[in-house]
């Protein structure tokens, strides 16, 4: 698991100079095992530029350039040389200049070269460690920035940030998530932590049909007890995905793919509750939560058609198969630059169910890693309401009141903690305070007996 400090301190109290070497030593304390640190290895000065001209140059090699010149904020323009070609005359533009060290490494100075003295460099996406894109240079316009040139752009697109990468246990699943990851650094540490399902504010939604009919549960264990969906209608799905989540979703090890998208990744990685977003146009009647019928078959997101298998859990809609629960959707319902109207999804899903799916199709995903290792079954009404609060907030939608919310109240297990227990366990004297404090933290409700606890 990838950790950005910037995502994690939005949750917990961190030292106002905090390190990557201080993250890891706090989360080995709570039996995080360390195992790489990540950075966009992006040093300055990298600033915002606004280039004046764009004179194309034919070469003799057959190979065109273009000699520009760039307000960087200074008192002169800088001459540049650039063979990229998807920019005009006004366009904002990222400019590393000399001084400059790019990922790789690879050091910008200026340099003689086309006839001309190439005073800095005009950046792609792909130069600056921010995606995979390298057909041209990055427009400021296509992502949706607005700036000033000389402005900083390592801070603007969030190029400052870093992560601590720490192994996660496999039953240790909440692990797999910055809110998980910010409790046990503030278990560690003793530093203020809020909690982020805490600060969604869940609103009611009824009137889409959504029904699970598993005929076949597995050790008896029905496949869904969960099932939370919002439709949120007239997004733009065409829009960027902000800077700054991006740079979140690169340093966590995912890439930028589009916004409806991104969001539903971010908020998997921050609360650890896969969601899912259809083309509800695409939808033919409700949802209904199956096991597979002989014979049927599914085409992924991945292109690929699959043979099914009565074990695996499907969400099928009048249409047939759209996904394999858990683990991967749809290709036929699958959101696009056309998409306006979206169905939030979120599930909550049996570990073994998935865990067989997503094995016997060889088909490993970030989702089927976290519900196979034990998911918050609360979780999924709050992980569906903030993915549309941010298709709302950055997608320009409305979030309508057709949805529903299917939760089986998990039950409560009662633990009974004799006095004295812990402290001859562990070969440690603690208080009772301490004892009750710890278990508090952890999110048990606590209450005394003569001989003990209640947990």
């Given at each position: 698991?990838?950790?950005?400090?910037?995502?994690?301190?939005?949750?917990?109290?961190?030292?106002?100079?905090?390190?990557?070497?201080?993250?890891?030593?706090?989360?080995?304390k709570?039996?995080?095992?360390?195992?790489?640190?990540?950075?966009f290895?992006?040093?300055?000065?990298?600033?915002?530029?606004?280039?004046?001209?764009?004179?194309?140059?034919?070469?003799?090699?057959?190979?065109?350039?273009?000699?520009?010149?760039?307000?960087?904020?200074?008192?002169?323009?800088?001459?540049?040389?650039?063979?990229?070609?998807?920019?005009?005359?006004?366009?904002?533009?990222?400019?590393?200049?000399?001084?400059?060290?790019?990922?790789?490494?690879?050091?910008?100075?200026?340099?003689?070269?086309?006839?001309h003295?190439?005073?800095?460099?005009?950046?792609?996406?792909?130069?600056?460690?921010?995606?995979?894109?390298?057909?041209?240079?990055?427009?400021?316009?296509?992502?949706g920035?607005?700036?000033?040139?000389?402005?900083?752009?390592?801070?603007?697109?969030?190029?400052?940030?870093?992560?601590v990468?720490?192994?996660?246990?496999?039953?240790?699943?909440?692990?797999?998530?910055?809110?998980?990851?910010?409790?046990?650094?503030?278990?560690?540490?003793?530093?203020?932590?809020?909690?982020?399902?805490?600060?969604?504010?869940?609103g009611?939604?009824?009137?889409?049909?959504?029904?699970?009919?598993?005929?076949?549960?597995?050790?008896?264990?029905?496949?869904?007890?969960?099932?939370?969906?919002?439709?949120?209608?007239?997004?733009?799905?065409?829009?960027?995905?902000?800077?700054?989540?991006?740079?979140?979703l690169?340093?966590?090890?995912?890439?930028?793919?589009?916004?409806?998208?991104?969001?539903t990744?971010?908020?998997?990685?921050?609360?650890?509750?896969?969601?899912?977003?259809?083309?509800?146009?695409?939808?033919?009647?409700?949802?209904?939560?199956?096991?597979?019928?002989?014979?049927?078959?599914?085409?992924?997101?991945?292109?690929?058609?699959?043979?099914?298998?009565?074990?695996?859990?499907?969400?099928?809609?009048?249409?047939?198969?759209?996904?394999?629960?858990?683990?991967?959707?749809g290709?036929?319902?699958?959101?696009?630059?056309?998409?306006?109207?979206?169905?939030?999804?979120?599930?909550?899903?049996?570990?073994?169910?998935?865990?067989?799916?997503?094995?016997?199709?060889?088909?490993?995903?970030?989702?089927?890693?976290?519900?196979?290792?034990?998911?918050?079954?609360?979780?999924?009404?709050?992980?569906?309401?903030?993915?549309?609060?941010?298709?709302?907030?950055?997608?320009?939608?409305?979030?309508?009141?057709?949805?529903?919310?299917?939760?089986?109240?998990?039950?409560a297990?009662?633990?009974?903690?004799?006095?004295?227990w812990?402290?001859?366990?562990?070969?440690?004297?603690y208080?009772?305070?301490?004892?009750?404090?710890?278990?508090?933290?952890?999110?048990?409700?606590?209450?005394?007996?003569?001989?003990g606890?209640?947990?």
């Amino acid at each position: 698991m990838r950790v950005p400090i910037s995502w994690l301190g939005d949750w917990v109290d961190l030292p106002e100079s905090v390190t990557l070497e201080h993250l890891h030593e706090a989360l080995v304390k709570v039996g995080f095992e360390e195992e790489d640190v990540h950075d966009f290895a992006v040093t300055g000065p990298v600033v915002v530029g606004c280039v004046l001209e764009r004179t194309p140059e034919p070469q003799s090699n057959g190979k065109t350039i273009n000699w520009c010149l760039v307000d960087v904020g200074e008192p002169e323009p800088r001459g540049i040389v650039c063979g990229a070609h998807n920019f005009e005359a006004g366009d904002l533009v990222v400019v590393s200049l000399p001084g400059a060290v790019l990922p790789g490494p690879f050091p910008i100075s200026a340099r003689k070269t086309y006839g001309h003295v190439s005073d800095g460099m005009i950046a792609s996406e792909r130069e600056l460690g921010l995606g995979d894109e390298h057909g041209g240079i990055l427009r400021l316009a296509d992502r949706g920035i607005v700036a000033e040139p000389g402005d900083d752009a390592i801070a603007l697109f969030g190029l400052d940030d870093a992560a601590v990468e720490i192994n996660v246990t496999p039953d240790r699943g909440y692990a797999l998530s910055i809110r998980g990851i910010a409790r046990e650094y503030s278990h560690s540490t003793g530093a203020r932590f809020t909690d982020p399902a805490s600060v969604v504010a869940v609103g009611t939604a009824e009137g889409f049909s959504v029904r699970v009919d598993d005929a076949a549960p597995i050790r008896g264990r029905v496949g869904c007890d969960a099932f939370a969906a919002r439709v949120v209608r007239g997004v733009d799905a065409t829009v960027p995905s902000p800077p700054w989540m991006v740079a979140r979703l690169r340093l966590a090890g995912i890439r930028s793919i589009s916004l409806p998208v991104d969001v539903t990744n971010y908020v998997m990685l921050e609360l650890g509750q896969p969601t899912h977003a259809y083309d509800l146009a695409t939808l033919r009647g409700g949802i209904v939560v199956r096991r597979a019928n002989a014979g049927e078959t599914v085409e992924t997101l991945d292109g690929q058609v699959r043979k099914l298998d009565p074990e695996d859990l499907l969400i099928t809609d009048d249409s047939g198969a759209i996904g394999l629960a858990g683990v991967m959707g749809g290709l036929s319902t699958e959101v696009t630059d056309a998409t306006t109207d979206i169905l939030v999804e979120a599930a909550h899903f049996d570990p073994v169910t998935v865990a067989r799916t997503a094995r016997r199709h060889k088909l490993w995903s970030e989702a089927s890693k976290r519900f196979e290792r034990g998911a918050d079954p609360t979780l999924g009404p709050i992980a569906a309401q903030r993915v549309a609060d941010l298709l709302v907030e950055f997608g320009g939608g409305t979030i309508d009141t057709l949805g529903t919310t299917i939760v089986a109240p998990p039950t409560a297990i009662t633990i009974d903690l004799p006095d004295g227990w812990i402290d001859r366990l562990i070969g440690v004297d603690y208080s009772a305070d301490e004892v009750a404090d710890s278990l508090v933290a952890i999110g048990c409700t606590v209450g005394s007996t003569e001989t003990g606890w209640v947990v």
